[in-house]
């Protein structure tokens, strides 16, 4: 995910301040990591050398002092590209479960073993996901994030059930390597 994007798509609306953008991205964007309040003026600062984003002036809103900021014409060009830019699919799969599966394979541990505490980590965290999307009030964009995650993980899931029926053709293959 393209933090410089989100931020401009979020200054689409108008000018902000840091600590307004980043706790509208944290709501907009539920089930991502929260940006670090760092990330998100390193950010600004970037956007503003870039000419995408401009100072508009300070707002004390009865508080500190904060910085205003703004797309400029230039960052609402550039953010019209890159989201009307297809996301190409990734040319190689870098899967963290298959290399620990391979890998306690060459160390002799149990792959299987893991297969099944991997299995049961992702069933608990799509409880989790459905209790998310199921609670009364729901934002949309809540329920389409957890519905994406839901979905990744299911397949992850039927990958795991597949690896595990595969799992001694696997490891007589890893072996002869």
């Given at each position: 995910?393209?933090?410089?994007?989100?931020?401009?798509?979020?200054?689409?609306?108008?000018?902000?301040?840091?600590?307004?953008?980043?706790?509208?991205?944290?709501?907009?964007?539920?089930?991502?990591?929260?940006?670090?309040?760092?990330?998100?003026?390193?950010?600004?600062?970037?956007?503003?050398?870039?000419?995408?984003?401009?100072?508009?002036?300070?707002?004390?809103d009865g508080g500190p002092e904060r910085t205003m900021y703004r797309a400029t014409d230039e960052g609402t060009h550039e953010?019209?590209?890159?989201?009307?830019?297809?996301?190409?699919?990734?040319?190689?799969?870098?899967?963290?479960?298959?290399?620990?599966?391979?890998?306690?394979?060459?160390?002799?541990?149990?792959?299987?073993?893991?297969?099944?505490?991997?299995?049961?980590?992702?069933?608990?965290?799509?409880?989790?996901?459905t209790a998310v999307k199921a609670a009364q009030g729901a934002d949309?964009?809540?329920?389409?994030?957890?519905?994406?995650?839901?979905?990744?993980?299911?397949?992850?899931?039927?990958?795991?059930?597949?690896?595990?029926?595969?799992?001694?053709?696997?490891?007589?293959?890893?072996?002869?390597?």
């Amino acid at each position: 995910m393209s933090t410089r994007h989100i931020l401009l798509g979020l200054l689409a609306t108008g000018p902000s301040h840091g600590y307004d953008l980043k706790r509208r991205h944290d709501e907009r964007f539920p089930q991502a990591r929260p940006l670090a309040y760092g990330q998100v003026y390193t950010t600004l600062q970037r956007l503003v050398r870039d000419g995408l984003a401009q100072v508009d002036g300070t707002d004390s809103d009865g508080g500190p002092e904060r910085t205003m900021y703004r797309a400029t014409d230039e960052g609402t060009h550039e953010l019209a590209r890159w989201a009307g830019e297809i996301a190409p699919p990734a040319p190689f799969v870098a899967n963290e479960i298959f290399a620990k599966v391979v890998v306690a394979i060459l160390a002799g541990g149990d792959p299987a073993g893991y297969l099944s505490a991997q299995r049961a980590a992702h069933m608990e965290r799509m409880r989790e996901l459905t209790a998310v999307k199921a609670a009364q009030g729901a934002d949309l964009a809540t329920v389409l994030s957890a519905d994406y995650a839901l979905n990744h993980l299911d397949a992850d899931l039927r990958w795991m059930n597949t690896t595990a029926a595969r799992l001694t053709t696997l490891t007589a293959e890893v072996d002869a390597a």
